[in-house]
């Protein structure tokens, strides 16, 4: 079975750091650029970083700009969000996929819109 699991996800205080993990089982992550997107509560999921195959493109959202970063480690098979300085705002749940990119540029979109999510990882950010 082709999936992508979430991991990494707690409660943390404002100003804490966490490393999510997004392993992939049943298939080589190698290929494929990998995002990471957000929903929190009442809202609209949201792109939040997303990397190329290569690992040279990496894009993220103004919301964590200087704040999270990403990588991948294709001998684990696994990308990684770590996220600094972390806010309030950023209390969601966490969910990766493979995304769609174009020479080498990734893109914050699903490569496959009709693909199901994962279960995701909860993050919450409070005192």
């Known amino acids: 079975q082709l999936q992508l699991v979430e991991s990494g996800g707690g409660l943390v205080q404002p100003g804490g750091s966490l490393r999510l993990s997004c392993t992939a089982s049943?298939?080589?992550?190698?290929?494929?650029?990998i995002g990471w997107f957000r929903q929190g509560p009442g809202k609209e999921r949201e792109g939040v970083f997303c990397?190329?195959?290569?690992?040279?493109?990496?894009d993220e959202s103004d919301s964590v700009k200087g704040r999270f970063s990403i990588s991948r480690d294709n001998a684990e098979n696994t990308v990684y969000l770590q996220m600094n300085s972390l806010r309030p705002e950023d209390t969601a749940k966490y969910y990766c996929?493979?995304?769609?990119?174009?020479?080498?540029?990734?893109?914050?979109?699903?490569?496959?819109?009709?693909?199901?999510w994962g279960r995701g990882t909860q993050v919450t950010v409070s005192t």
């Open positions: 996929a493979v995304v769609a990119q174009i020479n080498d540029r990734c893109a914050h979109m699903p490569l496959n819109p009709a693909a199901s």
């Open positions: 049943g298939f080589s992550l190698e290929q494929y650029a």
């Open positions: 990397i190329s195959s290569s690992g040279s493109h990496r």
